[in-house]
Protein backbone atom coordinates (compact mmCIF):
# COMPACT_ATOMS: atom_id res chain seq x y z
CA UNK A 1 0.00 0.00 0.00
CA UNK A 2 2.77 2.21 1.28
CA UNK A 3 5.02 1.16 -1.89
CA UNK A 4 1.51 1.89 -4.33
CA UNK A 5 0.60 5.21 -2.63
CA UNK A 6 4.58 5.82 -2.69
CA UNK A 7 4.76 4.60 -6.21
CA UNK A 8 1.98 6.59 -7.39
CA UNK A 9 3.79 10.11 -6.51
CA UNK A 10 6.85 8.78 -7.41
CA UNK A 11 5.37 8.31 -10.81
CA UNK A 12 3.49 11.46 -10.85
CA UNK A 13 6.82 12.64 -10.01
CA UNK A 14 8.95 11.36 -12.61
CA UNK A 15 6.49 12.50 -15.11
CA UNK A 16 6.33 15.84 -13.47
CA UNK A 17 9.88 15.75 -13.81
CA UNK A 18 10.39 14.39 -17.13
CA UNK A 19 7.53 16.80 -18.22
CA UNK A 20 9.36 19.80 -16.58
CA UNK A 21 12.74 19.20 -18.03
CA UNK A 22 11.43 18.43 -21.51
CA UNK A 23 9.63 21.78 -21.27
CA UNK A 24 12.70 23.44 -19.63
CA UNK A 25 14.81 22.30 -22.91
CA UNK A 26 12.44 23.02 -25.50
CA UNK A 27 12.59 26.63 -23.98
CA UNK A 28 15.81 26.65 -23.31
CA UNK A 29 16.45 25.96 -27.28
CA UNK A 30 13.87 28.19 -27.74
CA UNK A 31 15.79 30.90 -25.36
CA UNK A 32 19.11 30.07 -27.22
CA UNK A 33 17.46 30.58 -30.63
CA UNK A 34 16.25 33.93 -30.09
CA UNK A 35 19.31 34.87 -28.45
CA UNK A 36 21.35 32.99 -31.29
CA UNK A 37 18.82 34.95 -33.79
CA UNK A 38 19.04 38.55 -32.32
CA UNK A 39 22.93 38.77 -32.00
CA UNK A 40 23.08 37.73 -35.55
CA UNK A 41 20.24 40.16 -36.76
CA UNK A 42 22.31 42.73 -34.33
CA UNK A 43 25.25 42.08 -36.02
CA UNK A 44 24.25 41.69 -39.70
CA UNK A 45 23.01 45.46 -38.94
CA UNK A 46 26.36 46.45 -37.96
CA UNK A 47 27.80 44.61 -40.88
CA UNK A 48 25.43 46.73 -42.93
CA UNK A 49 26.25 50.17 -41.37
CA UNK A 50 29.46 49.64 -41.26
CA UNK A 51 29.65 49.17 -45.61
CA UNK A 52 27.21 51.66 -45.92
CA UNK A 53 29.62 53.99 -43.34
CA UNK A 54 32.57 52.84 -45.71
CA UNK A 55 30.67 53.10 -49.29
CA UNK A 56 29.13 56.73 -48.45
CA UNK A 57 26.36 56.45 -50.97
CA UNK A 58 24.59 58.95 -49.81
CA UNK A 59 26.98 61.10 -49.74
CA UNK A 60 28.57 60.22 -53.16
CA UNK A 61 24.95 60.95 -54.59
CA UNK A 62 25.17 64.69 -52.69
CA UNK A 63 28.15 65.38 -53.91
CA UNK A 64 27.76 63.75 -57.83
CA UNK A 65 23.74 62.99 -58.23
CA UNK A 66 23.92 62.31 -61.99
CA UNK A 67 27.29 60.89 -61.86
CA UNK A 68 25.92 57.94 -59.65
CA UNK A 69 22.80 57.19 -61.82
CA UNK A 70 25.11 57.38 -64.76
CA UNK A 71 27.13 55.03 -62.68
CA UNK A 72 24.40 52.99 -61.41
CA UNK A 73 23.12 52.40 -65.63
CA UNK A 74 26.38 51.02 -66.73
CA UNK A 75 26.55 48.46 -63.78
CA UNK A 76 22.72 47.00 -64.47
CA UNK A 77 23.74 47.36 -68.08
CA UNK A 78 26.86 44.70 -67.62
CA UNK A 79 24.64 42.87 -65.47
CA UNK A 80 21.86 42.51 -67.76
CA UNK A 81 24.59 41.22 -70.67
CA UNK A 82 24.80 43.93 -72.63
CA UNK A 83 28.91 44.62 -72.63
CA UNK A 84 28.90 42.21 -75.31
CA UNK A 85 26.20 43.51 -77.55
CA UNK A 86 26.32 44.90 -81.15
CA UNK A 87 24.78 48.30 -79.59
CA UNK A 88 27.86 48.05 -77.35
CA UNK A 89 30.26 47.93 -80.46
CA UNK A 90 28.12 50.68 -82.13
CA UNK A 91 28.21 53.13 -78.90
CA UNK A 92 32.21 52.50 -78.42
CA UNK A 93 32.93 52.81 -82.45
CA UNK A 94 31.29 56.20 -82.09
CA UNK A 95 32.65 57.32 -79.02
CA UNK A 96 36.20 56.24 -80.77
CA UNK A 97 35.26 58.23 -83.32
CA UNK A 98 34.13 61.72 -81.91
CA UNK A 99 37.63 60.99 -79.52
CA UNK A 100 39.80 60.76 -82.43
CA UNK A 101 37.75 63.98 -84.48
CA UNK A 102 38.25 65.53 -81.27
CA UNK A 103 42.05 64.85 -80.39
CA UNK A 104 42.76 65.32 -84.40
CA UNK A 105 41.33 68.59 -84.67
CA UNK A 106 43.77 71.01 -82.53
CA UNK A 107 46.66 68.72 -84.01
CA UNK A 108 45.40 69.23 -87.50
CA UNK A 109 45.54 73.28 -86.60
CA UNK A 110 48.55 73.17 -85.35
CA UNK A 111 50.18 71.72 -88.05
CA UNK A 112 48.59 73.94 -90.61
CA UNK A 113 49.31 77.22 -88.46
CA UNK A 114 53.05 75.62 -88.46
CA UNK A 115 52.74 74.87 -92.66
CA UNK A 116 51.33 78.49 -93.23
CA UNK A 117 54.04 79.72 -91.21
CA UNK A 118 56.74 77.91 -92.47
CA UNK A 119 55.41 79.12 -96.11
CA UNK A 120 54.69 82.48 -95.39
CA UNK A 121 58.47 82.75 -94.02
CA UNK A 122 59.59 80.86 -97.03
CA UNK A 123 57.92 83.26 -99.44
CA UNK A 124 59.38 86.02 -97.70
CA UNK A 125 63.17 84.61 -97.69
CA UNK A 126 62.33 83.98 -101.13
CA UNK A 127 61.30 87.42 -102.00
CA UNK A 128 64.30 88.78 -99.91
CA UNK A 129 67.00 86.83 -101.93
CA UNK A 130 65.53 87.48 -105.11
CA UNK A 131 65.21 91.32 -103.99
CA UNK A 132 69.25 90.50 -103.27
CA UNK A 133 69.96 88.45 -106.56
CA UNK A 134 68.20 91.04 -108.43
CA UNK A 135 70.59 93.84 -106.61
CA UNK A 136 73.74 91.96 -107.56
CA UNK A 137 72.31 91.16 -111.22
CA UNK A 138 72.30 95.52 -111.11
CA UNK A 139 75.18 95.78 -109.72
CA UNK A 140 77.03 93.14 -111.71
CA UNK A 141 75.40 95.16 -114.92
CA UNK A 142 76.95 98.38 -113.56
CA UNK A 143 80.21 97.11 -113.42
CA UNK A 144 80.64 95.60 -116.71
CA UNK A 145 79.11 98.87 -118.08
CA UNK A 146 81.72 100.67 -116.69
CA UNK A 147 84.18 98.46 -117.78
CA UNK B 1 20.85 99.31 -98.90
CA UNK B 2 16.86 99.56 -98.30
CA UNK B 3 17.53 95.25 -98.43
CA UNK B 4 19.83 95.08 -95.92
CA UNK B 5 17.81 97.58 -93.91
CA UNK B 6 14.82 95.37 -94.46
CA UNK B 7 16.97 91.95 -93.32
CA UNK B 8 18.38 93.67 -89.89
CA UNK B 9 15.02 94.75 -88.72
CA UNK B 10 13.16 91.54 -89.44
CA UNK B 11 15.87 89.48 -88.03
CA UNK B 12 15.92 91.98 -84.58
CA UNK B 13 12.09 91.48 -85.05
CA UNK B 14 12.27 88.07 -84.81
CA UNK B 15 15.41 87.63 -81.99
CA UNK B 16 12.39 89.75 -79.96
CA UNK B 17 9.89 87.54 -80.59
CA UNK B 18 12.35 84.51 -79.87
CA UNK B 19 14.58 85.97 -77.08
CA UNK B 20 11.97 85.71 -74.53
CA UNK B 21 10.57 81.76 -75.35
CA UNK B 22 14.08 80.96 -75.27
CA UNK B 23 14.74 82.47 -71.85
CA UNK B 24 11.14 81.06 -70.56
CA UNK B 25 12.79 77.58 -71.56
CA UNK B 26 15.96 78.07 -70.18
CA UNK B 27 14.16 78.84 -66.81
CA UNK B 28 11.94 75.78 -66.92
CA UNK B 29 14.57 73.59 -67.78
CA UNK B 30 17.11 74.68 -65.00
CA UNK B 31 14.11 74.56 -62.96
CA UNK B 32 13.35 70.78 -63.31
CA UNK B 33 17.36 70.26 -63.09
CA UNK B 34 17.32 71.59 -59.94
CA UNK B 35 13.62 69.64 -58.99
CA UNK B 36 15.30 66.29 -60.93
CA UNK B 37 19.08 66.87 -58.54
CA UNK B 38 16.62 67.57 -54.74
CA UNK B 39 14.82 64.55 -55.52
CA UNK B 40 17.98 62.20 -56.24
CA UNK B 41 19.44 63.44 -52.95
CA UNK B 42 16.30 62.94 -50.95
CA UNK B 43 15.98 59.40 -52.44
CA UNK B 44 19.61 58.41 -53.21
CA UNK B 45 18.40 54.47 -52.89
CA UNK B 46 15.24 54.18 -55.05
CA UNK B 47 17.15 56.10 -57.62
CA UNK B 48 19.80 54.00 -57.87
CA UNK B 49 17.81 50.91 -57.66
CA UNK B 50 16.23 52.24 -60.17
CA UNK B 51 18.98 52.74 -62.82
CA UNK B 52 20.25 49.95 -62.33
CA UNK B 53 16.98 48.12 -62.83
CA UNK B 54 16.72 50.51 -66.41
CA UNK B 55 20.35 49.84 -67.00
CA UNK B 56 19.58 45.79 -66.87
CA UNK B 57 16.67 45.91 -68.80
CA UNK B 58 18.20 47.93 -71.21
CA UNK B 59 21.35 45.87 -71.54
CA UNK B 60 18.71 42.35 -71.51
CA UNK B 61 16.86 44.18 -74.82
CA UNK B 62 20.71 44.90 -75.99
CA UNK B 63 21.93 41.25 -75.61
CA UNK B 64 18.88 40.30 -78.16
Known sequence: MASSESGAPNGQRAEAASGAAGALTVGQRFDRASDNAQEAWSRTRETVNDIKDRLDIEGRVARNPYGMIAAALGVGYVLGGGLFSP???????????????????????????????????????????????????????????GR | MEMTEQFEKTARDIEERIRPQIEDAKKKVLDLNSQVVSYIKENPGKCLLGALAAGYIIGRIARR
Not at chain 1, 116 to 132: D, F, P, W
Open chain 1, 87 to 145: LTARLVGFGMRMGLKLAAIPFLENELRGLTESVLNGAGESEESSEGGERKSHRARGTNK
